[in-house]
C-alpha cells in the first residue's frame, strides 16, 4: 500500500464548477498535511497546510480526518488558472520533516 | 518564504559523467532538503543536507552516488555520480520554513537528462 493515495484523476471540470480532490495516508502516526499545487515543468508550490480543524483560503477548504486518516480539498468557482496537478503531502514532523508525496491528481478546467 | 535558486536549470549529460547541482537560498535555514522526481512521478525525498554534519540519507539513496555538501546555512550542492539514463530526473532542493517548522518551500529544479 503507498503511503499517500490520491484520487487517480485527470478531473476535467468547466469554469466555476467545484471540484473534490480525496487523499489517504497509511502512517497515523503522521503529524502534518499540505496541499501543493504544481504547474507543467514547473516546481511544487505550497497550497495550504491543513489543519485538524479545517481551514479556507478563499475558494480553498481543506479538512483533515486523523480517525479515517483522510485528508481533502475542495475548489469552488474553478478558474482557468486553477489548471495543474495536486498533490497531497504528508510528514511525520517531531522534527524529521520527511515529505511523503502522493502521486498527484491532475485537475484541468476548460472554458 | 525563501528565494531559492538551482544551477544549472538543466543540463544534458553523458553516461559515467557526474554533475553538481547547486542549491542557494537568499537567508540562513537551518534544513535543506534534496528530492528527485522521475518522469511522471511524483517526489522522492534523496536525503536531508545537515549543515556541519554529514547528510541523511534515505533509503535506497547512497553518499557515493548522491553526495552532498552543506558548508553553510544558504547553501548545497548535491552530486549525481557516474551517471545512467536511469538519473534522468528533476532534482529539486528545498528548504524549511522559518516560521512555520514543517513547511517546505522548494527551488525551480534542475532537469537532468543522461545520454
Known amino acids: 500500500r503507498k503511503e499517500v493515495e490520491q484520487d487517480p484523476g485527470p478531473f476535467n471540470v468547466p469554469e466555476g464548477a467545484t471540484v473534490a480532490f480525496n487523499c489517504t495516508y497509511s502512517n497515523s502516526a503522521s503529524q502534518s498535511f499540505f496541499w501543493y499545487r504544481q504547474d507543467c515543468r514547473k516546481e511544487p508550490k505550497l497550497l495550504m497546510s491543513?489543519?485538524?480543524s479545517g481551514n479556507e483560503d478563499g475558494r480553498f477548504t481543506a479538512q483533515l480526518n486523523r480517525a479515517s486518516q483522510y485528508i481533502s480539498l475542495l475548489i469552488r468557482d474553478s478558474k482557468l488558472s486553477d489548471s495543474a496537478t495536486y498533490l497531497c503531502v504528508v510528514s511525520l514532523g517531531s522534527g524529521y520533516n520527511k515529505l511523503i508525496f502522493g502521486a498527484g491528481t491532475r485537475l484541468a478546467v476548460h472554458p | 518564504s525563501a528565494v531559492i535558486s538551482q544551477k544549472p536549470s538543466r543540463d544534458i549529460c553523458q553516461r559515467g559523467t557526474s554533475l553538481t547541482i547547486q542549491c542557494q537560498v537568499d537567508s540562513q535555514v537551518t534544513m535543506m532538503f534534496w528530492y528527485r522526481q522521475q518522469p511522471g512521478q511524483s517526489l522522492t525525498l534523496i536525503a536531508t543536507?545537515?549543515?556541519?554534519?554529514?547528510?541523511?540519507?534515505e533509503s535506497g539513496f547512497v553518499i557515493d552516488k548522491f553526495p552532498i555538501s552543506r558548508p553553510n546555512l544558504t547553501f548545497s550542492t548535491l552530486t549525481v555520480s557516474n551517471m545512467s539514463p536511469e538519473d534522468s530526473s528533476i532534482y529539486l532542493c528545498?528548504?524549511?520554513?522559518?516560521?512555520?517548522?514543517?513547511?517546505?518551500?522548494f527551488g525551480p529544479g534542475t532537469r537532468l537528462t543522461v545520454t
Open positions: 528545498s528548504v524549511g520554513s522559518s516560521s512555520k517548522f514543517y513547511e517546505q518551500y
Open positions: 543536507a545537515n549543515q556541519g554534519s554529514e547528510a541523511t540519507y
Open positions: 491543513v489543519y485538524s
